[in-house]
C-alpha cells in the first residue's frame, strides 16, 4: 500500500513575520471583521469566515481550558494572552500568540477583538 507523506494536518504554515491577524467577534464569537492575512493564513476568504462562528479555525488539538480562561477573561472585561494553534481550511495547522481583548462602547462591552502575530516551535529533532 502507497501512503503518501507527510500527512496534510502535519503541515504547518508560518505566518510571514511582517504580518498580523486580526479579527473582530460580536459577543456570542460570530466573527464580524477578519483581516487579509487572517483570511490567507487560514486558506479561506474573507467572505467565508465573516459571519461564521470563531470556533471555524478551532484545531481539535487546543484544550477546551484554554478557551474557557480566555472566555472568563473576556467576559469579565479583562484582557487575554495565550498560544494558539489554528486549524486551516485544507486541514493543516499554525501557531499564533493571540492578545484578545473586550471592545467598548460607551463603557459597555459590545464585542471582542483579537490581534495575534506568529509563535514558532522549531522542531530540534
Ligand atoms: C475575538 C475572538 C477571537 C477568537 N479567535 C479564535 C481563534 O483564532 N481560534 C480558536 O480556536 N478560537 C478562537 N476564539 C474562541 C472561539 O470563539 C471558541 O471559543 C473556541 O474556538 C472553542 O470552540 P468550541 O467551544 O466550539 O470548542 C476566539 C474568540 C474571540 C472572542
Given at each position: 500500500m502507497r501512503v503518501n507523506q507527510p500527512v496534510i494536518t502535519q503541515v504547518e504554515t508560518l505566518l510571514p513575520k511582517d504580518q498580523f491577524i486580526y479579527s473582530r467577534t460580536d459577543l456570542k464569537g460570530i466573527i464580524?471583521?477578519?483581516?487579509?492575512?487572517?483570511?490567507?493564513?487560514s486558506a479561506y476568504t474573507r467572505e467565508?469566515?465573516?459571519?461564521?462562528?470563531?470556533?471555524?479555525v478551532r484545531h481539535p488539538d487546543m484544550p477546551p481550558q484554554a478557551f474557557e480562561d480566555m472566555w472568563r477573561d473576556l467576559k469579565a472585561g479583562r484582557p487575554w494572552r495565550?498560544?494558539?494553534?489554528?486549524?486551516?481550511?485544507?486541514?493543516?495547522?499554525?501557531?499564533?500568540?493571540a492578545n484578545a481583548s473586550p471592545v467598548r462602547e460607551n463603557g459597555k462591552i459590545v464585542g471582542y477583538r483579537w490581534l495575534s502575530i506568529r509563535a514558532h516551535f522549531p522542531r530540534t529533532t
Open positions: 464580524v471583521e477578519a483581516n487579509q492575512a487572517f483570511a490567507d493564513i467565508e469566515m465573516i459571519g461564521q462562528p470563531h470556533n471555524l495565550g498560544l494558539v494553534k489554528n486549524r486551516r481550511k485544507d486541514g493543516g495547522f499554525y501557531w499564533v500568540v
